[in-house]
């Protein structure tokens, strides 16, 4: 049973453009909602996250947009880079002090010249 | 300051084998867990520990052992390897609180089961 689902599973974005990475949850018990870039040989890292009491959240180029009616949040990577080029993972933590923070299947991100 | 560290970071078994896999933190963090990673299925939880001596299961723990002797260290233990446990291994640590969400993870070890 997969709690976060995550699409695309490929994308190619050409320098300079929009990513998005959609993310779509069905337990409305989470509460913190983070994203993780992972670079080929090496370990997920935090990359931006936000909790369901505010629609949005930017840090630099990414953003994050939430909707807790429709349970779906996206990554917005603006004027993207070669050095974006990674895999994404959204994922969902269900209350505070549950410890479990279930990962959706990752997107991997190609940014073109 | 090394952070999560993972031994080793290739290993080949043979079916029916055992072995474990290390993970050491040296940031002093409650929460440890190991995740393994497989293509198209993201990162799923094996077993986790909010302190020494506290363990629990994750999302798929059949087949792997855990324990929790000190705070530093995590080691999983596989039983009898079985080529389905051929994955990328991830361990991950933070701190417990309310403030502390940032999970820091190791840079994996990668498992094959022939």
């Known amino acids: 049973q997969q709690q976060v689902k995550q699409s695309p599973q490929s994308l190619i974005v050409q320098k300079g453009g929009i990513s998005i990475i959609n993310c779509a949850y069905e337990?409305?018990?989470?509460?913190?909602f983070p994203w993780y870039q992972q670079f080929p040989g090496k370990g997920p890292a935090l990359l931006i996250a936000?909790?369901?009491?505010?629609s949005e959240k930017k840090e630099g180029r990414f953003t994050i947009s939430f909707n807790k009616s429709a349970k779906q949040f996206s990554l917005h990577i603006m004027d993207s880079q070669p050095g974006d080029s990674a895999t994404y993972f959204c994922?969902?933590?269900?209350?505070?002090?549950?410890?479990?923070?279930?990962f959706g299947t990752g997107t991997r991100l190609t940014i073109i010249p | 300051n090394a952070g999560v560290t993972q031994t080793p970071k290739f290993q080949v078994l043979k079916t029916g084998q055992s072995m474990t896999l290390q993970c050491a933190q040296d940031?002093?963090?409650?929460?440890m867990s190991w995740y393994r990673q497989d293509p198209g299925m993201g990162l799923r939880l094996i077993h986790y520990?909010?302190?020494?001596?506290?363990?629990d299961q994750g999302e798929v723990p059949n087949g792997y052992n855990v324990s929790r002797s000190t705070t530093e260290d995590f080691p999983l233990r596989l039983l009898s390897a079985a080529p389905s446990q051929t994955s990328v291994y991830f361990c991950?640590?933070?701190?417990?609180?309310?403030?502390?969400?940032?999970?820091?993870f190791g840079s994996g070890t990668q498992l094959s089961v022939l």
């Open positions: 940031m002093n963090h409650e929460y």
């Open positions: 994922a969902a933590r269900r209350n505070f002090g549950n410890e479990k923070l279930t």
């Open positions: 520990s909010v302190g020494a001596g506290i363990t």
């Open positions: 337990n409305t018990a989470f509460d913190y």
């Open positions: 936000i909790r369901p009491d505010v």
């Open positions: 991950a640590s933070r701190p417990t609180g309310q403030l502390n969400e940032k999970l820091f």
